[in-house]
């Protein structure tokens, strides 16, 4: 069964530096996403990509981030400079095509900022 | 922000009864709701969906309600077994035109052999 795949499981990182964080998403889906999750609270949004562009973002998703579609499998979020509140729990998701809703999610990156 | 709201954190059954897993909402234009299954460590699982045209979804032993008028949703597991015990997220889209996810805090369930 197709399944979204994210690189690495665990990324430790001092405040400051600049993480990539990767995502295959599922092959024939066209909507792919990222969300976070900082420890003991909820699943947020940070931003939607779609066509090769940023389709919505959050007020997460500042000037820190960026998304990229370097080719056709691979899908990153970088963090420019980290800070220490960056630390969670990163997912990757896809979405099929508009006539279906349901997105499926990767197993996660953890992102630790020392 | 709390679009999304589940009150209950845990939720403790015996194998074999049923879980009631309760979710509300606030904006009346989500149209579309899910449920995930989340283990530590992984990924939210996708479960189960309901559009808001309807008011009943059932999947084998899961089963989604939608209540509009009260906005809320349940996810109803019946019977329930011990591999069901994880965190479950409700989550509604429909209100931005990426159809990103909403979620709310989760309920974790233990399901008791």
């Known amino acids: 069964e197709p399944e979204v795949t994210q690189t690495p499981s665990h990324q430790v990182t001092q405040m400051g530096q600049e993480v990539i964080l990767r995502c295959v998403p599922i092959?024939?889906?066209?909507?792919f996403y990222w969300y976070r999750q900082i420890l003991g609270q909820k699943v947020e949004f940070l931003v939607s990509?779609?066509?090769?562009?940023?389709?919505?973002k959050s007020e997460i998703f500042d000037d820190q981030f960026s998304v990229e579609r370097p080719d056709g499998s691979n899908f990153t979020l970088k963090i420019r400079s980290t800070k220490l509140e960056d630390s969670a729990m990163y997912f990757c998701?896809?979405?099929?095509?508009?006539?279906?809703?349901?997105?499926?999610f990767g197993p996660g990156t953890r992102l630790t900022v020392l | 922000d709390q679009q999304v709201k589940q009150n209950s954190p845990s939720l403790s059954v015996q194998e074999g009864r049923i879980s009631i897993l309760n979710c509300d909402y606030t904006?009346?234009?989500?149209?579309?709701f899910l449920w995930y299954k989340k283990y530590p460590a992984e990924g939210p699982t996708f479960l189960i969906s309901?559009?808001?045209?309807?008011d009943k979804n059932e999947d084998g032993r899961f089963t989604v309600f939608l209540n509009k008028s009260a906005k809320h949703l349940s996810l109803h597991i019946v019977p329930s077994q011990p591999g069901d015990s994880a965190v479950y997220f409700c989550?509604?889209?429909?209100?931005?035109?990426?159809?990103?996810?909403?979620f709310g805090t989760g309920t974790r369930l233990t399901v008791i052999p």
């Open positions: 092959s024939n889906h066209l909507y």
């Open positions: 989550a509604a889209s429909g209100v931005t035109g990426a159809n990103n996810l909403f």
């Open positions: 309901i559009s808001s045209i309807k």
């Open positions: 990509f779609y066509n090769n562009e940023i389709s919505e």
């Open positions: 998701a896809s979405r099929q095509d508009n006539s279906y809703n349901e997105q499926f």
């Open positions: 904006n009346s234009m989500f149209d579309y």
